[in-house]
């Protein structure tokens, strides 16, 4: 890994020889990439490839057993609380709490991020507009369409401005229109300079990222553009690419 005073600082993720071990088990088999500031890019894989190991270890959640890793500027190794506070995260899972209202929710996970009270309230007000969500600002979460959570929830992940936010199947079990408004608000957070880190399983959406990595059994069997990816493969689209590259797999989730 090169020293960080000489990293570029326009590249927000860079993994150099990622690996993790569960005994003997390679769930990430000595995996690089690095990633751009502002850049969308979408890190897939099957059931069992090791995207979800790779990103806990990305966000500082889990040790890497070789390898290094920088976020933010941080390394994910000795840093991991510098890392948690530059960066932004989205489960798969619904995150937010469903017992608060909207503005609490807002309110509890800016305190959370070390924001200020004022900071909070003028952000909320805002975000409010944004979201045209002024007639949901005192409805409990759990009153709240699924589209309309999952909204929301993407919205707190990157409220106190990250350099990076992870979104681990943002869009899972919403409909095709709510999907897509989502994606017009990473495109938002991308012209703000925030970097996305996504995992998706549907194809249509692979087709939105500047960049795609494919992961099969815990290593990276591709990387580049969809367009590039397509020409490579041959393929008319990226479902098609998954495919090809999905039935080289030899395990399954272990």
């Known amino acids: 890994m090169k020293d960080v005073e000489n990293i570029d600082t326009d590249k927000v993720i860079i993994a150099e020889n990622l690996t993790k071990k569960f005994g003997n088990f390679k769930a990430v088999d000595n995996i690089s990439f690095e990633v751009k500031k502002g850049e969308i890019f979408g890190f897939l894989g099957a059931n069992g490839a090791g995207k979800t190991t790779a990103m806990r270890m990305l966000c500082g959640l889990s040790i890497p057993t070789d390898g290094k890793g920088l976020v933010a500027g941080y390394d994910i190794e000795t840093q ?51 979201l045209n969500f002024e007639n949901e600002r005192n409805k409990y979460v759990k009153s709240l369409p699924l589209g309309f959570k999952q909204k929301l929830a993407f919205s ?19 409909d095709p229109i709510t999907r897509r408004q989502f994606w017009e608000l ?39 553009s969809p367009k590039n990816l ?17 039935r080289k797999a030899t395990r399954s989730a272990p």
């Open 230 to 246: 397509k020409k490579q493969f041959n393929a008319k689209n990226m479902d098609e690419v998954f495919q090809q590259l999905a």
């Open 80 to 130: 991991t609380e510098l890392v948690k506070k530059n960066i932004g995260y989205m489960s798969q899972k619904f995150s937010l709490y469903n017992d608060l209202k909207v503005w609490e929710n807002i309110e509890l996970f800016g305190g959370i991020y070390g924001m200020n009270d004022q900071e909070i309230k003028e952000k909320t007000d805002e975000l409010m507009k944004v």
């Open 186 to 224: 990473i495109y938002e957070a991308t012209s703000r300079g925030i970097t996305v880190f996504v995992t998706t399983h549907y194809m249509d959406e692979a087709e939105y990222c500047d960049r795609l990595s494919i992961m099969v059994d815990g290593k990276i069997e591709a990387l580049d």
């Open 156 to 174: 707190v992940s990157i409220f106190h401005n990250p350099k990076v936010v992870f979104l681990d199947e943002p869009t899972g079990g919403v």
